[in-house]
T-cell receptor
Framework: AQSVAQPEDQVNVAEGNPLTVKCTYSVSGNPYLFWYVQYPNRGLQFLLKYITGDNLVKGSYGFEAEFNKSQTSFHLKKPSALVSDSALYFCAVRDPTDKLIFGTGTRLQVFP | EAQVTQNPRYLITVTGKKLTVTCSQNMNHEYMSWYRQDPGLGLRQIYYSMNVEVTDKGDVPEGYKVSRKEKRNFPLILESPSPNQTSLYFC?????????????FGPGTRLTVL
C-alpha cells in the first residue's frame, strides 16, 4: 500500500538555526512527492515538488527538499528558520491512481 | 487571481440536518476533490471528480455525496450529518487527473455537528 510517514508530530527550532522536517514514503513505481504548508485558519499552500531530475528541489520561502531514493525519504529543509515559518507541514506522495496520499503532518515551532 | 473558494468557512449544525458546502475554482481545472483533515490522521480524500458528470469515491466516502454539473463547481453534500463528521474540510483542484501540476486548495470549512 502507498503511504507517507512523518515521524515527528512537532519540531522545535530556534530562529536562525537550520530546520529539517522528515518524510519517508512507500509507493510503487516512480514517486511524485510534494510538500505543503498550512498556516492557522488557512488552506494548504504548495511549497515544492519532486517529479524527476535533480534530487535537491528548491521551493517557496527559501525551503528545499532532498529526494533520497535509497532511503525513500524526502526531508524538508531550510538553512535559517524564521518565526514566521511556524506552521503545520504536510508531505504527500502521488499513488499509481494519481491520488495524493498525505502524511499526518508535522507542526513546526520556531522560537525567537 | 487563481483560486479555489469554499463556503461557508465555518458551520455549526445539528445531527440530521442536511447541508451543502460549496466549492468553486476559476482555473478551468478538470480534476477536483474533497478532503477532510482530522488531528493525527492528516488529510483523507472523500470524493474526487475527473470532469463534469464524472465522480468517484475516495478513501472515506461514507455519509457524503458530491455532484459535478459544471466544471468550476464541486459541492459536498451531507444528507444526514452526524457528530463523527465534525472536521475540517478542504476542496482542491488541479489541471487533470494525471497532471503533475500543483494542486490548489481552498481555505477550508470547519464543520461542527452537534
Amino acid at each position: 500500500a502507498q503511504s507517507v510517514a512523518q515521524p515527528e508530530d512537532q519540531v522545535n527550532v530556534a530562529e536562525g538555526n537550520p530546520l529539517t522536517v522528515k518524510c519517508t514514503y512507500s509507493v510503487s513505481g516512480n514517486p511524485y512527492l510534494f510538500w505543503y504548508v498550512q498556516y492557522p485558519n488557512r488552506g494548504l499552500q504548495f511549497l515544492l515538488k519532486y517529479i524527476t531530475g535533480d534530487n535537491l528541489v528548491k521551493g517557496s520561502y527559501g525551503f528545499e527538499a532532498e529526494f533520497n531514493k535509497s532511503q525513500t525519504s524526502f526531508h524538508l529543509k531550510k538553512p535559517s528558520a524564521l518565526v514566521s515559518d511556524s506552521a503545520l507541514y504536510f508531505c504527500a506522495v502521488r499513488d499509481p491512481t494519481d491520488k495524493l496520499i498525505f502524511g499526518t503532518g508535522t507542526r513546526l515551532q520556531v522560537f525567537p | 487571481e487563481a483560486q479555489v473558494t469554499q463556503n461557508p468557512r465555518y458551520l455549526i449544525t445539528v445531527t440530521g440536518k442536511k447541508l451543502t458546502v460549496t466549492c468553486s475554482q476559476n482555473m478551468n481545472h478538470e480534476y477536483m476533490s474533497w478532503y477532510r483533515q482530522d488531528p493525527g490522521l492528516g488529510l483523507r480524500q472523500i470524493y474526487y471528480s475527473m470532469n463534469v458528470e464524472v465522480t468517484d469515491k475516495g478513501d472515506v466516502p461514507e455519509g457524503y455525496k458530491v455532484s459535478r454539473k459544471e466544471k468550476r463547481n464541486f459541492p459536498l453534500i451531507l444528507e444526514s450529518p452526524s457528530p463523527n463528521q465534525t472536521s475540517l474540510y478542504f476542496c482542491a483542484s488541479r489541471t487533470d487527473k494525471s497532471s503533475t501540476d500543483t494542486q490548489y486548495f481552498g481555505p477550508g470549512t470547519r464543520l461542527t455537528v452537534l
